[in-house]
């Protein structure tokens, strides 16, 4: 119930826009297959897609920090760090929103091992209240149900929350020195929620792109 109020609240003091964009995850997807098993083997913990996108998500925030904002009356307050919340799904079925603190400041596999210590957590119930606080924005994945995209509701008192959706081979236009060519490759859509009162179509789409301009300039 107290979800319900939450989400119910948060559509009648936001007015919601969603922006879209499609990327081109190819090499975060082929460096992933290559590495997943040393990686593991080294850092002692599986690598998902979740932390490389909180990995471009805070790179992004650092270029358009209004993103990383709340509303507190007429007062804009941007905030210092950037704590990312990641939707989980708790063995009832419902969700919960494990934050991520100070994520500009890990490297990859330190955010893969805050992301699966705090999943683990969330699927056995062990989450701690200070788990949960202090977020700042937050990512949720629609693809890991099979969506291909998704109308998020923001996280109150946040103001932007982004949806990444199913990875999908599909055949994309290339263009190369020598032309056009159609070439397969792994596409995900990503959509982003944000709080028109504070974030214009502007900044919302620009830090939208700047987060899959992220992804597709990963370097394996």
């Known amino acids: ?39 593991e083997a080294n850092a002692k913990t599986k690598l998902t897609f979740t932390p490389i996108f909180i990995e471009a998500i805070a790179k992004s925030i650092r270029k ?45 596999i330190g955010l893969t091992k805050d992301v699966n210590g705090l999943a683990n957590a ?5 989450l701690k209240a200070d788990d949960t606080q202090g977020g700042t924005f937050t990512l949720t994945n629609v693809g890991t149900f099979g969506s291909l995209m998704g109308t998020p509701i923001i996280n109150q008192p946040q103001v932007a929350i982004l949806a990444v959706g199913s990875i999908k081979k599909r055949p994309m236009v290339i263009e190369t020195p020598e032309g056009d060519v159609i070439a397969i490759r792994h596409m995900m859509y990503l959509s982003l929620s944000y709080d028109h009162r504070i974030i214009d179509g502007s900044i919302g789409a620009s830090f939208l792109t700047a987060v899959a301009n992220e992804l597709e300039a990963f370097d394996p």
């Open 1 to 39: 119930r107290i979800i319900a109020d939450h989400m119910v609240m948060s559509t009648q003091v936001s007015p919601h826009v969603t922006s879209y964009v499609e990327a081109d995850l190819t090499n975060v997807v082929m460096w992933r297959n290559k590495v997943k098993k040393q990686f």
């Open 64 to 108: 358009f920090p209004l993103i990383n904002s709340s509303l507190d009356g007429d007062r804009i307050i941007v905030k210092k760090d950037i704590n990312i919340g990641m939707a989980a799904a708790l063995p009832s079925g419902n969700l919960i929103v494990p934050v991520i603190k100070n994520a500009d400041t890990k490297n990859l």
């Open 122 to 126: 969330a699927r056995g119930n062990k």
